[in-house]
């Protein structure tokens, strides 16, 4: 069963994440009281749950919603319209996206004059105008590599007249727009217009929609920032204490949550049924499909949040300041780093959003990446982004220090990396802080940030300045980890590859070399080589050429069986195909990407319905994106 599967999967991923806590809390830095660890017991097993059924549903609802919106979208005929509703849609599945809720309530609590509703709608219309934006690049063919490195480019010559306590927030905030609602949602909607308005329908255009995306919040909160300075006379008021305090009901944040989480979901489906009715127009047990697992989401992200705020987010900001209490010695700050780093990977491997992303990419591979491959990339890389953010409260060395070699890197790493893995690398950034980050991280930062205050007197760096920037780090260790992915993953397939056609020169010149006739070959010297018995009963059965055609991944699985029915003799050539993708995927059969083997081989005549009924029963070949082949009878076979 799914669920159960899916269940495991998150419980062991989500351990890491429990133990660094029970150690902490438990051992080194005990909690005040034991109705403080009944709470961290309900918020784990809450987020577990909560975690299993949003993933669950997601896959027959969001997802879905998704890929139909954006498939649509071509039948609008007009590009503008296109980027309209691409600009909606990215606006609406992030304004009450439960991160961006969860940072802009800790920032009115730091500085009350940043109003929380006008912050979650700026960071919303930021993602919303460079949805529309990378829709456009999509369907104009412009070249990632070149737009991530003029928006970038753009960014920080920006920074000069920005407020020194809205930078690392804004940073923070893009991480935060993009969660566990917007991120499937927009995500989808991207391979959907990709799919059917790339000029070049390649995997390129799959990815990147995300990373980009996620540039503008950043000049959004830069641009708020401006104005807030200017319309309070060219300062900014002080800051005050962070403060979240801790809940004493789980019922009662449960119900709390109950019209917030609605509202995140809300907007997704406000969006999709409009669509339904008058362009999509799914059957009714597929509609009905969609609504349930809609219902699913909306009860898995309902308790993975109540869980959160329940037993996660005092619990992140005791930690972080009970390692700056004076009584302790200096040296035990320092075990911050290995805190920071444990705990970034294992909320890491605990996202939602990251395991979206991982199965995303495992299927436009076929498989060569696995998804845990990708989490556990990005796992190490936002573990160091959590050490050198706890190195920045500690020494309160300016973000931008840290910023700006790193994106500069990231920003050269391009040149030496594919599209399709440079795309990859920015939604990873974008995806990597979601709720878990945003509740149990950031407290956490805030919470040392607001120790170093205490202890550091009138050298100190104001909360807002110098405790946030922990989402900065998480969405741009990833670049970095993932381009050097896509880079090893690169070479590896080419020398496999080269392998592989060497192996079959070398299988077929003993075969070429001892025919007696050079460059022919009989069809009874292919049956006798290939220790093929042509025999039916008395009567000789006629030789069959077979033609196939699959992803890379059956490639294998397809070449054992039809050893085992007697065809000793292949040949595989890879490629990819120039065929349209809606062609592909409609009418042959074929999932539209660029990762395809044709196996070639000989049978007799008499196991044509063997290999048929194998094709059905064992590879799926009646059902779509599954593969194709054809037959052609022979007498002979020339090189």
């Known amino acids: 069963m799914k669920t159960i599967r899916v269940l495991k999967e998150t419980f062991f991923s989500t351990i890491p994440l429990a133990v660094v806590i029970i150690v902490v809390c438990g051992f080194i830095a005990p909690l005040e009281s034991a109705f403080d660890y009944f709470k961290l017991v309900v918020g784990y097993a809450s987020v577990v749950l909560g975690q299993t059924l949003f993933l669950v549903g997601l896959d027959s609802s969001i997802l879905p919603i998704g890929k139909l919106v954006g498939k649509s979208l071509i039948k609008l005929k007009k590009a503008v319209f296109v980027i309209f509703f691409g600009l909606l849609f990215g606006f609406l599945a992030t304004v009450a996206e439960p991160a961006l809720a969860v940072l802009a309530r800790q920032a009115n609590m730091i500085m009350p004059v940043i109003h929380s509703t006008m912050f979650v709608w700026v960071l919303s219309a930021g993602i919303g105008v460079f949805v529309g934006f990378a829709l456009f690049r999509i369907m104009k063919d412009i070249n990632i590599k070149a737009v991530f490195a003029a928006l970038y480019i753009v960014l920080f010559l920006t920074i000069i007249f920005v407020p020194i306590e809205f930078v690392a927030l804004a940073f923070d905030g893009s991480g935060a727009t993009t969660g566990d609602v917007s991120v499937p949602f927009i995500l989808a909607l991207g391979m959907g217009v990709s799919a059917t308005m790339s ?22 909160v830069f641009i708020y920032g401006i104005i807030l300075k200017a319309i309070n006379g060219g300062t900014l008021p002080p ?28 907007p997704v489906l406000i969006v999709f049924l409009p669509f339904q009715f008058f362009l999509v127009k799914l059957p009714k047990r597929e509609f009905i499909k969609i609504l349930l697992g809609a219902v699913t989401v909306y009860i898995g992200l309902l308790i993975f949040l109540s869980g959160i705020d329940f037993g996660f987010a005092f ?31 294992a909320i890491t491997l605990s996202e939602p ?38 190195i ?27 599209p399709l893995f440079v795309g990859l690398a920015f939604d990873s ?10 509740a ?10 607001q120790g170093v205050a205490a202890t550091a007197g009138a050298n100190a760096q104001s909360i807002l300045t110098n405790g946030f920037g922990i989402i900065a780090f998480i969405s741009v260790t990833p670049l970095i980890a993932v381009q050097a992915l896509g880079i090893v993953y690169e070479l590896r397939q080419k020398k496999l590859q080269k392998s592989a056609q060497d192996d079959e020169l070398v299988g077929l010149t003993p075969l070429l070399q001892e025919t007696k006739v050079p460059g022919r070959i009989s069809a009874e010297e292919i049956v006798q080589r290939s220790k093929i018995s042509p025999m039916v009963g008395d009567e000789s059965s006629g030789i069959v050429f077979w033609a196939f055609i699959v992803g890379r991944r059956q490639k294998d699985e397809l070449l054992s069986a039809l050893w085992e029915e007697g065809a000793h003799l292949t040949n595989t050539i890879y490629g990819r195909g120039t065929v349209e993708a809606n062609y592909l995927q409609n009418v042959l059969g074929l999932v539209p990407d660029e990762h395809k083997a044709m196996i070639m081989c000989v ?37």
């Open 199 to 220: 000029r070049r329908k390649t995997n390129d255009d799959t990815f990147g929609i995300i990373g980009m995306a996620s540039v503008g919040p950043i000049l959004a």
């Open 315 to 345: 619990a992140g900001k005791y930690i972080g300041e009970v390692f700056l209490d004076p009584a302790r010695p200096e040296w035990f700050k320092w075990l911050l780093l290995l805190i920071g780093f444990v705990l970034g990977a």
């Open 440 to 449: 149990f991280l950031t407290p956490l930062t805030l919470g040392v940030a």
């Open 353 to 390: 959003a990251v395991t979206v992303l991982g199965d995303q990419l495992e299927e436009i591979t076929n498989g060569h990446i696995k998804k845990m491959t990708i989490r556990m990339t990005l796992a190490i890389g936002i573990g160091f982004a959590s050490m050198l953010s706890i």
């Open 239 to 266: 800051v005050g204490v962070y403060n979240p305090g801790a809940a004493d009901s789980f019922i009662g944040i449960l119900t709390s949550n109950l019209g917030e989480v609605a509202l995140a979901l809300l």
């Open 603 to 639: 049978l007799p005549d008499s196991k044509t319905g063997t290999v048929t009924e194998m094709l059905i029963v064992k590879f799926h070949f009646d059902q779509p994106n599954t593969g194709i082949a054809f037959t052609i009878p022979i007498d002979n076979l020339s090189f």
């Open 392 to 418: 920045k409260i500690l020494t309160q060395v300016n973000i931008l220090w840290f910023l700006v070699p790193l994106y500069a890197i990231a920003l050269i790493m391009m040149k030496f990396t594919s």
């Open 429 to 438: 950034g974008g995806v990597s802080g979601g709720a878990l980050t945003s």
